[in-house]
């Protein structure tokens, strides 16, 4: 039997109309380039920018999901980060408005992303790492429908500058991908799977008292740093050997968990880390929009397109995917650059000077 939400929730009460959402939707970053990355001139440097490319907001990294302070274990913290996001994926399910949940389902994914971040980099301590990372893997799995739903109809708005320009009309295209989104949210299997993910991370949120971990300090975190460090490499080799929609997807999964340990561990030098993962995130998120082409792609044949039209969008995917690619690919050669025991040795000296430095 699928579990039921509580009736708190405004979207799971009995005989709400769930109806057309707007179409508001998060416009993909089809025009990004390296100039994106984010934080201090110094940083531009490191990764063969131009000065003045990597600016903005300082010390922006987040005051919650980080390892960041002395006089407390790495197990307490390790509790106290899962907590805040168990709680905010929780929170963003059970308010979501039941005509546009799309902002909702995107946080509360990455909210759990970041958790099974945190989890990977605390494996080798954590006896539970392997029940709990599945279990919230599988249950995530559950609403990838309707996150592709979305991701396909923002990939579309992305590419419409280029197409108009192309002699595309997009149009009819786009109440094709809206109607498919519509027919989702109307779907009471949608809403039974997104009861049965808020009634998992509620079955997590009552057993993270229990989380314990066997290790302390940097031996809790060493082996899950060393070895998503070591796969985020592996999938560079793979990416430049063999640069494909598979290879490059399961590449960014490996960066994203990477640029989460560097803001857990952030603490240890603020900025030097908020340089590494802003760089680390602009390059998931380049990568992300290569795979949402994939996916606008993987749909062509099902939209209202005259055929030259289709053929024309096609080649225009094909464009963009090799431009990311080429963006991608080098900053990724730069980000990934030292070898692994190098860069964890680095980063544990850190660690290291910062304990003996507070105390």
Known sequence: MTPRISASSSWAKAGIARTQSTTSVRNIRMGVSLSDIGDTDDAAEWFHLPSGTIGGRRGCLSMTYKIATTDHSVGTLFRRIATDQVGSAIDALRDMPEDDPDEAVHDARKRIKKLRALLRLVRSSFPGYQTENRYLRDNTRLVADYRDAVAVLEALDGIEPAAREAGVDLTEARKDLVERRRLLLTDPETWDRFTTLLTALETVRSALPDWTLEADGWEAMEPGL????????????????????????????????????????????????????????????????????????????????????????????????????????????????DKPKALVGRWQTWWELRDAQAA
């Open 226 to 337: 060393m070895l998503t460090y070591k796969r985020a490499r592996k999938g560079l080799k793979r990416a430049l050997d063999e640069p494909n929609g598979e290879t490059l997807h399961e590449w960014r999964k490996r960066v994203k968990y990477h640029r989460y340990h560097a803001r857990l561990l952030s603490p240890t030098w603020p900025g030097f880390f908020d340089v590494h993962q802003r760089a680390a995130k602009q390059l998931a998120r380049i990568l992300g929009d290569r795979h949402d082409l994939d996916v606008l792609d993987a749909h062509l044949e099902e939209l209202s397109l005259p055929d030259k039209d289709r053929k024309a969008m096609s080649s225009l995917l094909s464009d963009e995917r090799d431009r990311l690619e080429a963006i991608a690919l080098p900053l990724g050669q730069r980000l990934l650059a």
